[in-house]
């Protein structure tokens, strides 16, 4: 996993602020967590958003290299982790949120991953990066559709609900990634205790359709052609360099002929 610079992590903050004030209070509504627990929580915005609502209990993991300077919440709620290796949690929260992380978490360490999120609450906020989305850094490689991700909380028992991404949808205030990739997976067994979750279920059917953002294309397309340019000028540098040394040796033998 990629150690961010705290440039980049000043950079997701204003963007995690923003998400974080819009969306927690629709999960706080939702879920009305008094624990919340958050798997690559940056700067802890997401935890400051969810304190503010009245949880008493908050907790982050992030890697070795935050900034303390940066944090949210108190530096001794953020634990330091790597995600690709089991979590030992110190009990079982009321939410779980794991928010475009996975993208940075290479199979097959993902299943790791969702291990510890099945393991911490019985309703997770998830969300990870489509194929046709770019990402910060150069290792947000775990690129899939939310199908996939969808069919690997079926496999550990919980259901998804796609009732976060309808409420933001076109919201100038919500960064385009949670517009398209949001959503929210219950333990089967606890559904009952969520009414909320159970109409928003049988209203979307535990299926989450996939959905490109038209920023997403935009941004896929503008990456496309910074590599297609950087590609040509390659190649434009290459035949320079070949030209000019086949003109060298060509001097070279007329100069040795004469």
Known sequence: MQAYTPEIYRAMQAASRAAAERIAPLLDTLVQPASVVDFGCGTGDWLA??????????????????????????????????????VALPRQYDLALCLEVVGHVPAP?????????????PVVAFSGPVPPQGGIGDDATNRRWPAHWVAEFNRRSYVAVDCLRPAVLGDPDVPWWFQQNLFVAVRREALPRYPRLVDELARHGGKVP???????????VAEAGRLRNASLGGLAR?????????????????????
């Open 210 to 220: 996939a959905y490109v953002h038209p920023d997403c294309c935009e941004q896929a």
């Open 109 to 121: 360490y993902d299943q790791v991953l969702l291990e510890t999120l099945t393991r911490a609450a």
């Open 49 to 86: 958003a969810f304190a503010g609502l009245g949880a008493t209990d908050v907790l982050g993991y992030e890697g070795e290299w935050v900034d303390p300077t940066l944090l949210a919440v108190p530096q001794e709620r953020v634990h330091v982790t790597d995600l690709r290796r089991p």
């Open 238 to 258: 290459g035949g320079v360099h070949a030209l000019t040394a086949r003109v060298r040796s060509v001097s070279a033998a007329g100069r040795r002929a004469g």
